[in-house]
C-alpha cells in the first residue's frame, strides 16, 4: 500500500469516517486534509479511477491488519492425519484392532491413510491388499468416507479415508 506522497494519481477518491466529505479530490487537498487531522492518507484500491484512499492512523491499522491475519490463522482448520498400516496377510483379530483404531481417529475428525506394506514377494498378492483396504473402507462406511480407491505407489498400497461432516 502507497500512503501520503508515494501516492502518484493527480486525483483520488476520499472514503472513511474521519473524512468531512466523501468524494473526489485533487492529490494536493486529500494530502492537506490528512495532514490537517494528523493522520495518513493510505491508497487502498489502485486500480480503480481515480484511486481510493482512506484517512487513517497507518501504524494503527498495519498493526490491525497483522491482528486480524494471526487471528485468522489460529482459527484456520488444522488436518491431521494418522497412518494404519497392514500387511497383505494381516488376519482378523489384526484387523478388527485397527479398525477399532481407525474409528476413534475419524471420530475425531482427523484423516486416515490406510496403507498396506508389500515386502519381498509378498507384491504378488497386490489384489488381495486391495481387496484388503476396499473391506477396510467399507467397515469404515458409518465413521468417513474413501477419498479414492487403493493406489499402489512403489511397495506400498495406500487409501485415504475422510471423516464424515459433523452436522
Not at 494519481?9 to 487537498?29: F, H, M, S, T, W
Amino acid at each position: 500500500m502507497r500512503i501520503n506522497q508515494e501516492i502518484t494519481a493527480p486525483q483520488v477518491r476520499l472514503v472513511g469516517d474521519n473524512v468531512p466529505e466523501q468524494g473526489v479530490y485533487p492529490i494536493a487537498k486529500a494530502l492537506q486534509i490528512a495532514d490537517s487531522l494528523e493522520l495518513d492518507l493510505v491508497e487502498i484500491s489502485a486500480k480503480a479511477d481515480p484511486p481510493v484512499c482512506k484517512i487513517l492512523d497507518y501504524q494503527k491499522f498495519v498493526y490491525q491488519q497483522k491482528k486480524k491475519a494471526k487471528e485468522m490463522k489460529v482459527n484456520s482448520a488444522k488436518i491431521v492425519i494418522k497412518e494404519i498400516r497392514f500387511g497383505p496377510n494381516t488376519d482378523e483379530h489384526d484387523f478388527q484392532f485397527k479398525l477399532k483404531h481407525a474409528q476413534e481417529f475419524l471420530q475425531e475428525g482427523s484423516k486416515v491413510k490406510a496403507s498396506i506394506f508389500f515386502r519381498g514377494r509378498s507384491i504378488m498378492f497386490k489384489d488381495q491388499g486391495e481387496k484388503q483396504l476396499l473391506r477396510f473402507a467399507v467397515e469404515l462406511e458409518a465413521y468417513g468416507r474413501a477419498e479414492a480407491m487403493p493406489v499402489l505407489e512403489g511397495k506400498r498400497m495406500i487409501m485415504m479415508i475422510a471423516p464424515l461432516k459433523k452436522k
